[in-house]
């Protein structure tokens, strides 16, 4: 099955920095979607890419569907104590009676003040 | 909109037992999901439902797991015997119908995290 490479796994950054994470594929996605989990509740959708090449941002959220549809980013700028979380990536496929959601294992963020 | 519901949140069972758990999508959403998330596998798709009817159980483990919907507003996941190893947090998503290749968001519940001891 299709695979995600999610790096960093995790990350201990200062209140005000900059976090970036990424995802790369063996395959080919229609769609890159970026989550965050906070303890006890269930994913959160944060962007969500459709085109290769899309840049969008969301706040202090950007994110870039690549241009190979084979991998994506996430920036935070300006980090806050709140934005502590695992972050997902999931790549989307749909099409020939297929629709496939596959979750990166994720990026556990902790913020120190 | 109450959001997707789960139930119970936590579940403790022995090796052995039955165990079902309980999700209400959106009202509205006729794309349901099951997912199980572990810390060594992350998140996978169990199962999906579209309009009730189970479109692909690929991602369930063994035959010790069932899922139904009998219908729009209810579904539930069973594993019976449980082990130990099923240990793991579930999670119930609902979307709204996908156009073509175009994602349409899932919006997951809280999960219930299963303990089997």
């Known amino acids: 099955g299709q695979q995600l490479n999610q790096s960093p796994q995790s990350m201990f950054i200062q209140e005000g920095e900059d976090v970036s994470m990424n995802c790369t594929s063996s395959s080919i996605f229609n769609t890159w979607l970026w989550y965050k989990q906070e303890p006890g509740e269930g994913p959160v959708l944060l962007i969500a890419?459709?085109?290769?090449?899309e840049l969008t941002s969301n706040g202090r959220l950007t994110a870039q569907f690549g241009i190979t549809r084979k991998d994506s980013f996430l920036n935070i700028s300006a980090s806050i104590p709140s934005d502590v979380g695992i972050y997902f990536c999931a790549g989307f496929y749909s099409g020939a009676g297929s629709y496939q959601l596959t979750f990166g294992k994720g990026t556990k963020l902790s913020v120190i003040p | 909109d109450a959001g997707v519901i789960q139930s119970p949140r936590h579940e403790v069972t022995e090796m052995g037992q039955e165990v079902t758990l309980r999700c209400k999508p959106i009202s509205g959403h006729d794309y349901l999901f099951w997912y199980r998330q572990t810390m060594m596998r992350g998140l996978e798709l169990l199962i999906y439902?579209?309009?009730?009817?189970?479109?692909?159980d690929s991602g369930m483990p063994e035959d010790r797991f069932s899922a139904k919907m009998p219908n729009a507003s209810f579904s539930t996941l069973k594993i019976q015997p449980s082990e130990p190893r099923d240990s793991a947090v579930y999670f119930c998503?609902?979307?709204?119908?996908?156009?073509?290749?175009?994602?349409?968001?899932?919006?997951f519940g809280p999960g219930t995290r299963l303990t089997v001891l």
């Open positions: 890419l459709y085109k290769a090449g």
């Open positions: 998503a609902s979307s709204s119908r996908s156009s073509g290749t175009t994602y349409n968001e899932q919006f």
């Open positions: 439902f579209n309009n009730n009817v189970p479109i692909d």
